[in-house]
């Protein structure tokens, strides 16, 4: 089945570094690329995402870059804040059957050191 | 807009029982998913809704089940409760294909 890896499981970054969370996929049909953010004891928030007609999109201190040719595609956190901690999650939709079904990744715990 | 709704945030049943979740979309939103998250698995896809019929499946025993009214709202069922059923469990809701947003989810802990 659809498998979508996320690197790293942990990341750790001092205040007002930058983070980069990376992922890959393997259905090339793919053309939908959210991130979510998930703190503790909340449901996942969506916070960015991108369509694969375009290569990079950028919200504030967030952006995400796609690479369809390598299939992968990165969050970018500049100026990292302490309320930037939480798990983070990049997705895909991938077809099932007749139906398009959104596939996680296994998340990556960020932590921002003041 | 309110966002997603789900009721109860937190439940304890014991093996055996069954178990019923609500979620109420966000206004206009026909896409209801539901999503099981657990340290060891992550987020695993459990079964979509539109227009009160299950248009997606995922790869779930059939204890698992869920409907969705007319007006959108859903609720998923787990019959014969497992140990291992204990989870964070998600709904999430789309206007049709696309964007989902999520529910704070129900803590449902198996004893």
């Known amino acids: 089945g659809e498998n979508v890896e996320q690197h790293p499981s942990t990341l750790s970054v001092q205040e007002g570094d930058s983070a980069v969370i990376k992922c890959t996929y393997s259905?090339?049909?793919?053309?939908?690329f959210p991130w979510y953010k998930q703190e503790l004891g909340k449901g996942p928030q969506l916070i960015i995402d991108?369509?694969?007609?375009?290569g990079e999109k950028k919200d504030q201190r967030i952006a995400v870059t796609l690479n369809k040719t390598a299939k992968h595609f990165s969050l970018h956190i500049t100026e990292t804040q302490p309320e930037d901690s939480a798990v983070y999650f990049c997705?895909?939709?991938?077809?099932?059957?007749?139906?398009?079904?959104?596939?996680f990744g296994s998340g990556t715990q960020l932590t921002v050191l003041p | 807009k309110a966002g997603v709704t789900q009721t109860p945030r937190y439940l304890i049943k014991t093996r055996g029982q069954q178990v019923t979740l609500s979620c109420s979309p966000i206004?206009?939103?026909?896409?209801v998913s539901w999503y099981q998250q657990t340290p060891g698995q992550g987020l695993q896809f459990l079964f979509e809704?539109?227009?009160?019929?299950?248009?997606n499946k995922g790869n779930f025993p059939g204890r698992f089940s869920g409907r969705q009214f007319s007006n959108s709202r859903s609720e998923m069922n787990v019959s014969t409760l497992e140990l291992g059923d204990s989870a964070l469990y998600l709904c999430?809701?789309?206007?049709?294909?696309?964007?989902?947003?999520f529910g704070p989810g129900t803590r449902l802990l198996v004893l």
């Open positions: 999430a809701s789309s206007w049709e294909v696309g964007t989902q947003y």
């Open positions: 259905d090339s049909a793919s053309n939908y």
């Open positions: 991108i369509r694969s007609n375009v």
């Open positions: 997705a895909n939709y991938f077809l099932s059957g007749s139906a398009r079904q959104l596939t």
């Open positions: 206004s206009g939103h026909r896409s």
């Open positions: 809704y539109f227009s009160e019929t299950q248009r």
